[in-house]
C-alpha cells in the first residue's frame, strides 16, 4: 500500500526527533567560532549523536509496527540517513545550548565530562536513554491499555485510526 506525505508527517519519532531541533533554532543569534568549538566539544564527550542514534534505533521498532502502512523501505532509509546524517543534528543543537548556557557554564560542562565520573556517566547515557524509552513504552502501553479498558466499559467505541 502507498503511503502519503500526510502519513510520513504523523510519524512521531520524525517529528520529535528532526522536526523539534530544527524548529527550535529558528530566531537565534549566531554563535560566535569560540563558543561552537566548545560546545561542538561537549556534544561530543557526551556521546549527543551515539545517544540519539540509539534512542532511534531503539524506538523505530516501535514506529514500524504502529504504522504498517509505511513501507520497510522508508524505516531502512530513515536509520541509514539518520546514521549518515547526525552531523546536521550536532549542527542544530549548537544555538540550543548557545541560548541557555553562558560560556563559563559551558566551560564546566566541559571539565565535569572530562572527569572520570563525566566519562562514565557519557560512557552509560546510550545505554539508559535506550533502557529509558522501552520503560517508557511498557509504561505508555500500561496506561494506554487500562484508559481504552476504561472507555470501552464505559460504552466508548474506539477506533483504530488508519
Known amino acids: 500500500m502507498p ?3 500526510r ?3 504523523l510519524v512521531p519519532l520524525a517529528a520529535l526527533v528532526l522536526g523539534a531541533p530544527v524548529g527550535a533554532q529558528q530566531g537565534r543569534a549566531a554563535v ?3 563558543t561552537t568549538a566548545t560546545i561542538r566539544h561537549l556534544l561530543d564527550l557526551t556521546g549527543a549523536s551515539k545517544v540519539a542514534l540509539r534512542a532511534m534505533d531503539a524506538t523505530v521498532p516501535t514506529q514500524r509496527a ?3 502502512q509505511i513501507p520497510a523501505a522508508f524505516w531502512d532509509a530513515f536509520l541509514a540517513h539518520a546514521h549518515r546524517d547526525i552531523s546536521q543534528l ?3 543543537l549548537i544555538p540550543i545550548y548557545a541560548a541557555h548556557f553562558t560560556r563559563p557554564e559551558l566551560d564546566q560542562l566541559v571539565r ?3 572527569s572520570p565520573i563525566g ?3 557519557a560512557e552509560l547515557q546510550p545505554v539508559i536513554a535506550e533502557e529509558s524509552i522501552k520503560a517508557g513504552q511498557r509504561w505508555g502501553a500500561v496506561i494506554g491499555r487500562g484508559v481504552g479498558d476504561s472507555l470501552a466499559h464505559a460504552g466508548v467505541k474506539l477506533q483504530n485510526p488508519q
Do not use: M, Q
Open 112 to 114: 565535569f565530562y572530562e
Open 90 to 92: 550536532v549542527d542544530s
Open 3 to 5: 503511503f502519503s506525505a
Open 66 to 68: 504502529a504504522n504498517p
Open 32 to 34: 560566535d567560532p569560540a
Open 7 to 9: 502519513t510520513v508527517i
Open 119 to 121: 566519562r562514565h556517566l
